[in-house]
């Protein structure tokens, strides 16, 4: 059974950082897709950014420049680093694991609970 930890969330100011961990157990990683995705109150959830088994990063356009995402298989953690964090980034992050990276449709997608990031003005 693959579970998905995050941590890392809460509140912060605008212009400020915060760093969002995902601990995965129970998955070999390594070959698996990750990503961050974010829902705000009354909104969809949206894709924030991924970073596939091979280390390529996408991002959303709105967190281009300011977010990175990174990976340590070693530790089977997927990282958010958030700078310049601004209001509007407040919603619930989501850690999400999709694989294997290789084969499409993907075999099995997990979910996180969930952190909470709020950005204050």
């Known amino acids: 059974q693959v579970q998905l930890v995050e941590s890392g969330g809460g509140l912060v100011q605008a212009g400020r950082s915060l760093r969002l961990s995902c601990a995965a157990s129970?998955?070999?990683?390594?070959?698996?897709?990750l990503g961050w995705y974010r829902q705000a109150p009354g909104k969809q959830r949206e894709l924030v950014a991924t970073?596939?088994?091979?280390?390529?990063?996408n991002y959303a356009e709105s967190v281009k420049g300011r977010f990175t995402i990174s990976r340590d298989s070693a530790k089977k953690t997927v990282y958010l680093q958030m700078n310049s964090l601004k209001p509007e980034d407040t919603a619930v992050y989501y850690c999400?694991?999709?694989?294997?990276?290789?084969?499409?449709?993907?075999?099995?997608?997990?979910w996180g609970q969930g952190t909470q990031v709020t950005v204050s003005s």
């Open positions: 970073i596939t088994s091979g280390g390529t990063p």
């Open positions: 129970g998955s070999i990683f390594s070959v698996d897709d």
């Open positions: 999400n694991l999709q694989g294997p990276g290789f084969r499409r449709p993907y075999e099995y997608i997990y």
